[in-house]
């Protein structure tokens, strides 16, 4: 007899968003609410676009916050147009100016602190948003990106008042970020940035909020996100639950995508909604079902309507041969495979007193353990061959990237023997076990989520270790308190994933920038030599002189490895036939808008 344990979020969604799918009206008043069901394999921690670092959570403020710039959503390649921007924004000659014209006529979300009153976006709110990100009370993960983009006078005056133990001064001018007139703000850099719109993109972090709401709500502004974005959070319980609700002050925003020529089934979705009201839902319901059996029941059973990134041991019966089921096929599910812009990696902690460090028997070991892991037997047992094995960070698709094999994917337990051998890590105590060169014990501690692709991996990683003669323990903890402690540096090693918002492989390589530690870079590498070919490419035009530096400093993560890259994912989504124009947009998380439920076909 077959037991199926549910997680309560997936009870909660299934009670819930079903009466309401079918019985509440939408928002003419008439027709049943359109509601789009799905679910999140992990929980969200904040809705304030300075303080999220984690793809969850960016995936809901992107829906709630509105940036300048957005990415066409049926666009292939990916291409940027303007979103609250008139159009796209003034670049000077030298990559060093930019300046960016809102649209008048834009207002916020309804808010107590707005007193009944419309509250218009103008130009000094990106300013105000963008200064918060340096205002170190917000301890912004994303901060890096624009400090690597060096806007004048901004870090000078952050490091200005920490030294004077003052707080942050939104009020007093610098040279880099101001706002011209009402609707129109100007960034000046300190050095070329030929990519610097892509800062400029989507509202998961560079989001317009008012400032009175930032003062109002202070340290529990992450709870009150007030965006001017298609939607607004109505109900959110915590790591369970969230229901997004159109947003009535929403601009009118008119679906007109454009495909490229001779993909027939883009152009049909693009001629079947153009000139469309967006969004085109009332709701969206996002339950947390962490465990990847009952997500993948919950869809069967229709609970859900789109089911993103079906789990890899379901691969086999969703998509055998990489080809729709029979039987879903017959039911009119559909299906999107796309390759993820993503990474799945395990950090060493470079500070760490056991596996960090640069010098020779640091970097020996952290080599050993990366050549003693089996990636293929990974892709093959564990992701049911959904990846492709990683040869370093950057993923396929983005500038820097290099197909060609490295030791990054390499498994050689001889060798990796060999090299601990070498330095000195041999059973000093005659446990069976290596000890550490000066005959401390050896003991990796690995820390883990408590789901089940969390605890196969885990098992993969136990086996590896143990023929390499090295003890592992793991210590399990839900996603949000392995960030806490990872963000504070004391975590010795931890298996994460990195998604990008841009096509460009210098967010690959920003994971391992030393100005970055605390932040993106949760490894705190830190070596000048990879920091300066960082530094150069960032301010390099897109080209083979810029991909050749790119290299080089991808070959010195190889050689030092504060990051063992394991696979890049190859994703599918499969989708019931009542969810109409759906399409996955890797770099396009909140693509509520440009989807509809036909509820007759749902009833």
Same mark, same amino acid.
């Given at each position: 007899?077959?037991?199926?344990?549910?997680?309560?979020?997936?009870?909660? *969604?299934?009670?819930?968003?079903?009466?309401?799918?079918?019985?509440?009206?939408?928002?003419?008043?008439?027709?049943?609410?359109?509601?789009?069901? #799905?679910?999140?394999?992990?929980?969200?921690?904040?809705?304030?676009?300075?303080?999220?670092?984690?793809?969850?959570?960016?995936?809901?403020?992107?829906?709630?916050?509105?940036?300048?710039?957005?990415?066409? #959503?049926?666009?292939?390649?990916?291409?940027?147009?303007?979103?609250? *921007?008139?159009?796209?924004?003034?670049?000077?000659?030298?990559?060093?100016?930019?300046?960016?014209?809102?649209?008048? /006529?834009? #207002?916020?979300?309804?808010?107590?602190?707005?007193?009944?009153?419309?509250?218009?976006?103008?130009?000094?709110?990106?300013?105000?948003?963008?200064?918060?990100?340096?205002?170190?009370?917000?301890?912004?993960?994303?901060?890096?990106?624009?400090? &690597?983009?060096?806007?004048?006078?901004?870090?000078?005056?952050?490091?200005?008042?920490?030294?004077?133990?003052?707080?942050?001064?939104?009020?007093?001018? @610098?040279?880099?970020?101001?706002?011209?007139?009402?609707?129109?703000?100007?960034?000046?850099?300190?050095?070329?940035?030929?990519?610097?719109?892509?800062?400029?993109?989507?509202?998961?972090?560079?989001?317009?909020? *008012?400032?009175?709401?930032?003062?109002?709500?202070?340290?529990k502004i992450g709870d009150h996100p007030v965006g001017t974005g298609p939607f607004?959070?109505?109900?959110?319980?915590?790591?369970?639950?969230?229901?997004?609700?159109? &947003?009535?002050?929403?601009?009118? @925003?008119?679906?007109?995508?454009?495909?490229?020529?001779?993909?027939?089934?883009?152009?049909?979705?693009?001629?079947?909604?153009?000139?469309?009201?967006?969004?085109?839902?009332?709701?969206?319901?996002?339950?947390?079902?962490?465990?990847?059996?009952?997500?993948?029941?919950?869809?069967?059973?229709?609970?859900?309507?789109?089911?993103?990134?079906?789990?890899?041991?379901?691969?086999?019966?969703?998509?055998?041969?990489?080809?729709?089921?029979?039987?879903?096929?017959?039911?009119?599910?559909?299906?999107?495979?796309?390759?993820?812009?993503?990474?799945?990696?395990?950090?060493?902690?470079?500070?760490?007193? @056991?596996?960090?460090?640069?010098?020779?028997?640091?970097?020996?070991?952290?080599?050993?353990?990366?050549?003693? +892991?089996?990636?293929?037997?990974?892709?093959?047992? +564990?992701? $049911?061959?959904?990846?492709?094995?990683?040869?370093?960070?950057?993923?396929?698709?983005?500038?820097?990237?290099?197909? *060609?094999?490295?030791?990054?994917?390499?498994?050689?337990?001889?060798?990796?023997?060999?090299?601990?051998?070498?330095?000195?890590?041999?059973?000093?105590?005659?446990?069976?076990?290596?000890?550490?060169?000066?005959?401390?014990?050896? @003991?990796?501690?690995?820390?883990?989520?408590?789901?089940?692709?969390?605890?196969?991996?885990?098992?993969?990683?136990?086996? &590896?270790?143990?023929?390499?003669?090295?003890?592992?323990?793991?210590?399990?903890?839900?996603?949000?308190?392995?960030?806490?402690?990872? $963000?504070? /540096?004391?975590?010795?090693?931890?298996?994460?994933?990195?998604?990008?918002?841009?096509?460009?492989?210098?967010?690959?390589?920003?994971?391992?920038?030393?100005?970055?530690? /605390?932040?993106? &870079?949760?490894?705190?590498?830190?070596?000048?030599?990879?920091?300066?070919?960082?530094?150069?490419?960032?301010?390099?035009?897109?080209?083979?002189?810029?991909?050749?530096?790119?290299?080089?400093?991808?070959?010195?993560?190889?050689?030092?490895?504060?990051?063992?890259?394991?696979?890049?994912?190859?994703?599918?989504?499969?989708?019931?036939?009542?969810?109409?124009?759906?399409?996955?947009?890797?770099?396009?998380?909140?693509?509520?808008?440009?989807?509809?439920?036909?509820?007759?076909?749902?009833?």
């Amino acid at each position: 007899m077959l037991v199926v344990r549910f997680t309560l979020a997936a009870v909660l *969604a299934f009670l819930v968003s079903w009466p309401q799918a079918v019985g509440a009206q939408g928002a003419d008043g008439g027709s049943p609410m359109k509601v789009l069901r #799905y679910a999140f394999p992990v929980a969200e921690t904040n809705f304030d676009p300075a303080q999220i670092s984690d793809l969850y959570s960016a995936t809901v403020a992107g829906g709630l916050f509105d940036a300048p710039l957005e990415y066409e #959503y049926l666009a292939r390649p990916v291409r940027m147009r303007p979103n609250t *921007a008139v159009g796209m924004p003034e670049v000077s000659a030298d990559f060093r100016t930019v300046t960016v014209h809102i649209k008048p /006529g834009i #207002y916020f979300a309804d808010d107590p602190v707005f007193k009944g009153q419309k509250r218009e976006l103008v130009a000094q709110d990106y300013v105000f948003s963008m200064k918060r990100f340096y205002d170190p009370r917000w301890k912004s993960p994303n901060l890096y990106l624009l400090e &690597n983009a060096k806007i004048l006078g901004l870090s000078e005056l952050r490091k200005k008042l920490m030294a004077e133990n003052k707080p942050f001064d939104y009020d007093t001018p @610098v040279e880099g970020l101001r706002a011209l007139d009402r609707y129109t703000f100007q960034i000046r850099l300190g050095q070329p940035d030929p990519r610097f719109l892509t800062n400029l993109v989507g509202g998961a972090v560079f989001g317009a909020l *008012a400032r009175e709401v930032v003062e109002f709500y202070g340290d529990k502004i992450g709870d009150h996100p007030v965006g001017t974005g298609p939607f607004v959070l109505k109900e959110w319980k915590r790591s369970s639950r969230m229901v997004l609700a159109r &947003n009535p002050n929403y601009r009118e @925003v008119l679906y007109d995508e454009h495909p490229p020529a001779g993909d027939a089934r883009l152009e049909r979705i693009a001629a079947q909604f153009k000139g469309r009201h967006l969004p085109m839902v009332d709701e969206v319901i996002i339950s947390i079902i962490e465990e990847s059996q009952p997500s993948w029941l919950s869809f069967l059973n229709q609970e859900q309507d789109l089911i993103r990134g079906v789990p890899p041991e379901f691969s086999g019966i969703a998509f055998p041969n990489n080809e729709l089921a029979p039987n879903l096929a017959k039911q009119g599910i559909g299906m999107s495979r796309f390759a993820t812009p993503s990474v799945a990696m395990t950090y060493f902690g470079m500070d760490n007193p @056991v596996v960090g460090g640069y010098e020779p028997a640091k970097v020996a070991l952290r080599r050993a353990i990366s050549l003693a +892991v089996d990636v293929d037997r990974e892709i093959r047992l +564990v992701r $049911r061959n959904q990846a492709i094995p990683a040869q370093g960070l950057i993923a396929p698709g983005h500038s820097g990237y290099d197909g *060609a094999k490295t030791e990054m994917s390499e498994f050689n337990l001889a060798r990796a023997k060999a090299l601990l051998d070498l330095y000195g890590y041999v059973d000093r105590d005659g446990d069976g076990l290596r000890d550490q060169p000066d005959g401390k014990p050896l @003991v990796l501690e690995y820390a883990t989520s408590p789901d089940q692709l969390s605890r196969q991996l885990s098992e993969l990683w136990q086996k &590896n270790m143990t023929a390499l003669g090295l003890r592992i323990e793991f210590k399990t903890a839900k996603w949000p308190e392995n960030l806490k402690s990872s $963000r504070a /540096g004391k975590l010795m090693m931890w298996g994460v994933g990195w998604t990008t918002g841009a096509p460009d492989g210098d967010q690959f390589l920003s994971l391992a920038y030393g100005p970055n530690k /605390g932040g993106a &870079n949760h490894s705190r590498f830190d070596l000048p030599a990879f920091n300066e070919l960082y530094a150069q490419q960032k301010v390099m035009p897109d080209g083979p002189e810029r991909e050749a530096v790119m290299a080089r400093a991808a070959r010195l993560l190889v050689a030092y490895m504060p990051y063992k890259a394991h696979v890049h994912a190859i994703g599918t989504d499969l989708s019931q036939p009542w969810l109409l124009g759906y399409e996955r947009n890797v770099f396009l998380s909140a693509f509520w808008k440009y989807v509809d439920i036909d509820t007759t076909a749902r009833r």
